[in-house]
């Protein structure tokens, strides 16, 4: 880890993201970054083991935390339980004095394979999250809510996801940076399909008939990701 944290600043000012299991790792890598109080730490379980061992790291470096609610028990079941989840991790790095403006909590993205009541979950728990933890950020692994899904299609369950989030506060998300649109959505480039999309999460449905391309794209997707219609992989098509 160290090796790596530093070939990657020997060509590049960017605050780093440091992603590892091993505690030691982590350790080791946070003791060579340049910029720790930019940098941050991925992730910490809200699982005791894991605080005990990660919180002490964040907090001596400074940095920020993605706080991951894969509790005990593992993933948590609804928003309840993401928010029982968050309330653990909040309590743990506050005591270590890291402020909520430090804190990016991830609720977990979980295929839409395995249906759409963990997806409107993790949306639930980030409507509720400032109330929980005013000021703390947010974040995401997008893609985990397409895995499982033919290649060719995860860009657009990924796509839409995003925008479903950003309506709740979404603040941060890792994401193909390869996706021209998904960064185009992330640069505000596509109000008109944010606009549609949070149309629709506000019960504002469009005519499909009305709809072509990247619109119907959307339209269709969200239908399927909110649990309006079944998954399948033909949902584009029908």
Known sequence: MPWAVETVEAVSDLPLVLDTTN???MAAGFKVVKNKTDAVLNS???RPERMEALVPIAAEAGC???ALLWGPDGMPRDSNERAALSVDLLMA???AGIPNEKMLFD???SPITLGADQTLAGLEFLSM???IAPGAGSTIGLSNVSNGVAEHLRKYLDRTYLVMLMKHGLTTAIVNAYDDEIM???KGERQNL???VHGMMDGNDPDPASLAGAELEHYKTYKTLSGQTVFSESWLEL
Do not use: F, G, H, R
């Open 184 to 186: 185009a959505i992330c």
């Open 23 to 25: 505690v030691n790792a």
């Open 194 to 196: 944010v606009d549609l």
């Open 44 to 46: 910490i379980m809200a």
């Open 107 to 109: 609720p977990i993205a």
């Open 129 to 131: 999250l400032q109330d």
């Open 93 to 95: 790095l506050m005591e």
């Open 64 to 66: 920020s935390v993605v």
